[in-house]
């Protein structure tokens, strides 16, 4: 069972250059979420998506884009990155009982 | 504005010292709060959830406990395995029908054989 499956593992790219984050679940799960992991300010909601279809601004959204493709797939998209967008980024999908599924993470560094 | 406070940062033990995390926090209105590990490299693991004053839960050599302010992380006789970064989140009721955690920074837990 994959659960949530996140790629590229690791990315470096070069400020103002753009790149799309995938994330796929296999749950059956409604709710998709993207976050941001920095040292020392815990975990950040970027956008989430409540149902296929819909999405919604989170906590840190600016400079990002999401699509919710299908009930599987979200993907999150860096039009123009930027050093401070340098992060390690996470997908999740919710449980029925709310509990979070989370993926293996995305590395990215923007020079 | 809701926060989530977890202490402390770093925590170092012995096999079989048992000690006890602290995550406090300030919500307009406590929906449920969460515990998680997480792994260096690796995506952050769901343990517990809390709904209400007093409810515990347990696994293994892990008791979370839930009052009014704080949940405690309860660690019993550790052992090195049990090393990770413990993650507290909690979930606040919304005027809408959005579901959003609010993470705390975590406690690194080292356990020394």
């Known amino acids: 069972n994959a659960g949530v499956t996140q790629t590229p593992k690791f990315q470096v790219l070069k400020t103002g250059q753009s790149m799309t984050l995938q994330c796929a679940q296999d749950m059956n799960h409604n709710s998709m979420y993207w976050y941001r992991q920095d040292p020392g300010m815990g975990l950040r909601l970027i956008y989430y998506s409540a149902s296929e279809g819909t999405t919604d601004k989170g906590e840190v959204p600016n400079g990002y884009n999401v699509s919710r493709l299908n009930k599987r797939e979200f993907s999150l998209r860096l039009e123009s990155a930027a050093p401070s967008q340098t992060s390690v980024y996470f997908c999740?999908?919710?449980?029925?009982?709310?509990?979070?599924?989370f993926g293996e993470g995305s590395r990215l560094t923007v020079l | 504005e809701d926060q989530v406070t977890q202490s402390p940062e770093a925590l170092r033990l012995q096999e079989g010292e048992s000690s006890s995390l602290n995550c406090s926090y300030t919500v307009s209105g406590l929906r449920g709060l969460f515990w998680y590990r997480q792994d260096p490299g690796k995506g952050p693991e769901f343990l517990f959830t809390?709904?209400?004053a007093g409810e515990e839960k347990e696994k293994e050599r892990l008791k979370a406990t839930l009052t009014k302010k704080e949940s405690f992380l309860h660690i019993t006789a550790p052992k090195p395995e049990d090393s990770a970064t413990y993650l507290c989140?909690?979930?606040?009721?919304?005027?809408?029908?959005?579901?959003?955690?609010?993470f705390g920074s975590g406690t690194r837990l080292l356990v020394r054989p």
């Open positions: 989140a909690v979930q606040a009721f919304e005027m809408d029908s959005s579901y959003k955690l609010i």
């Open positions: 999740a999908s919710r449980g029925s009982s709310g509990e979070l599924f």
């Open positions: 809390l709904y209400s």
